[in-house]
């Protein structure tokens, strides 16, 4: 799999200067990011809109058999003592979803391989809180997977995602991939990271998620130097979670096969996201974040319909 090369990163300060200092970055770079967010809201806030169908809301919809894993509290007990089977009741879907965000708070994130650059980690917090402030203002319900936190809606959505995304208590973890855990039916999920984990180990959190009825986008997030290889001659590479350090007296020779790797692992992202019914992007971090969100947000348009 490829590595980041760490010998063009710095040693790590400590969680609460770099949690204070992507928070600082974090609030510098969302306002630009926000006007695009808007605009983007506006022209899909009518096809997201106004369809009918199952899920949130309070108006009645239909009634139907109970299934495992259905809660309690929808049974309608009125109805279900009129016939033999067990029915529960269902409202009509309205505007609000759940929508449940998650970024890779790994250490081979915070590669990047010029000072000029974002880190990873910096891109996918920013990806990640400005997602929430679109879908928020679009009506829908938001929260953080594997925080713990029910999802809420609009301003205390965001200063709560805020809060827990720049808690140094949270800075890092050392999980590439989320834990699958219940969720509500009908929900979406977005999962932010450099999605360079072994493909078995993506599919199997995919297929839980999957299993849960969950419809969802992942967002590859790269540094130009992970796709590209650009060095030469002997460089020696340092992997940022503990790898053993590797070098090499050649980069030029291995660089054909190095992409060849990356492009094998994208095709294989992209072919089990595809399965899932689900969405599959790649952002590199000398890119605009709009454009980023732009994408993310039509895929997520195009699950709505």
Do not use: C
């Not at 936190?149 to 965001?158: E, L, M």
């Not at 929900?187 to 199997?204: K, N, R």
């Not at 994408?295 to 319909?305: I, Q, R």
Request: no cysteine; charged share 25%; glycine share 6%.
């Amino acid at each position: 799999m490829p590595r980041s090369p760490a010998s063009q990163s710095t040693k790590p300060q400590s969680n609460t200067l770099l949690a204070r200092h992507r928070a600082e970055e974090l609030a510098s770079a969302l306002p630009p990011l926000l006007v695009a967010a808007e605009r983007v809201a506006a022209t899909v806030a009518q096809g997201v809109h106004g369809r009918r169908r199952v899920g949130l809301g309070e108006t009645f919809w239909q009634f139907r058999r109970y299934q495992p894993g259905d809660a309690p509290s929808m049974i309608d007990w009125r109805q279900s003592a009129k016939t033999q089977p067990v029915y529960v009741r269902e409202n009509e879907w309205e505007a609000a979803q759940s929508v449940w965000l998650w970024r890779d708070r790994s250490a081979s994130m915070d590669f990047r391989s010029v000072a000029g650059l974002p880190t990873k980690r910096e891109r996918a917090d920013l990806l990640t809180l400005a997602t929430a402030v679109l879908l928020a203002r679009g009506g829908e319900r938001v929260a953080l997977l594997n925080s713990g936190v029910r999802p809420d809606h609009g301003k205390t959505a965001i200063d709560r995602l805020t809060r827990l995304m720049t808690d140094p208590r949270a800075a890092a973890a050392p999980d590439p991939l989320p834990r699958v855990e219940p969720l509500p039916r009908h929900a979406q999920t977005v999962l932010f990271g450099d999605l360079l984990s072994p493909l078995p180990e993506i599919h199997a959190t995919v297929a839980g998620l999957t299993g849960r009825g969950l419809r969802g986008h992942l967002v590859q997030i790269l540094d130009p130097a992970e796709e590209t290889l650009p060095y030469d001659g002997r460089v020696d590479f340092h992997g940022m979670e503990g790898e053993q350090a590797l070098l090499v007296p050649r980069v030029e020779a291995v660089r054909d096969a190095y992409r060849e790797r990356l492009k094998a692992q994208q095709d294989g992202l992209a072919a089990l996201a595809r399965a899932a019914g689900w969405s599959f992007a790649v952002h590199r971090t000398d890119r605009s974040p709009q454009s980023a969100l732009l994408t993310l947000w039509g895929a997520m348009a195009m699950e709505a319909v």
